[in-house]
């Protein structure tokens, strides 16, 4: 089935860039979604990318996309301390479903 | 943006009650609703996708009479489990697909925290 791959910790001082991966299996997949979970919550959406597309940007988000590679990153830009969340990667493959990664936990150091 | 709304947001119950979590669309109507359950430190594990006026769809592993989902209108979907017990004390998070949406986009819940004593 489809599996969607993030590695689970990253730590960054305040200020820095914060760059989260994700690898994913489905070659189908149209719209790749960035979501940000706060302790607690649910998931709001921050960002996402079309299968046609490299790159986009978002004031200071910018989600690469490398479709050969099935990779995609999420760049934070000057990441501030309440940046700190889960940052789940979630690609939709058609139709009506979407997987989501396992969740990258972001901890940022002021 | 779209709301959705979870109620209520955590619910403590004794073992073998059953508990309701609702699940409202606020500003859209949402013909696809999702029901995830998220263990702690763990990502979303899907349940079932519930369609209005349909069956609900589980996913492999779930058991369909423990949790009963029921998608009566296009703003209301409900979460039913039953006879709970501890092993079912999680964070029941539900996400609804706006009607005619183009990208798939979702829309989450606040999410409902289930302790069961």
């Known amino acids: ?110 | 943006g779209a709301v959705v709304s979870q109620h209520p947001s955590w619910v403590i119950c004794k073992s073998g009650t059953s508990v309701k979590i609702e699940c409202r669309s606020l500003d859209f109507q949402a013909t696809t609703m999702f029901w995830y359950r998220q263990f702690p430190k763990q990502s979303l594990m899907l349940m079932a996708t519930s369609n209005e006026g349909s069956k609900a769809t589980y996913e492999q592993g779930v058991e369909k009479d423990k949790f009963l989902i029921n998608h009566a209108s296009l703003t209301l979907s409900t979460l039913t489990v039953t006879s709970a017990h501890p092993e079912d004390s999680s964070f029941y998070i539900c996400s609804a697909r706006r009607g005619g949406s183009d990208t798939g986009e979702l829309f989450f819940g606040e999410g409902s925290r289930l302790t069961v004593l």
């Not at chain 1, 149209?30 to 979501?35: G, K, M, P, R, V």
């Not at chain 1, 996309?65 to 760049?75: F, T």
């Not at chain 1, 990667?89 to 940022?108: D, Q």
């Open chain 1, 1 to 110: 089935g489809e599996d969607v791959e993030q590695s689970l910790f990253l730590s960054v001082r305040e200020g820095d860039s914060s760059v989260i991966n994700c690898t994913y299996t489905d070659s189908s997949s149209t719209y790749l979604y960035w979501y940000k979970q706060e302790p607690g919550a649910g998931l709001q959406l921050l960002t996402y990318i079309f299968s046609n597309m490299d790159m986009k940007q978002d004031q200071r988000l910018t989600v690469l996309l490398n479709k050969k590679d099935k990779h995609l990153s999420l760049r934070i830009a000057d990441t501030q301390t309440g940046d700190s969340a889960i940052y789940f990667c979630a690609p939709n493959t058609g139709g009506f479903k979407t997987i989501f990664g396992a969740g990258t936990r972001l901890f940022v150091k002021a």
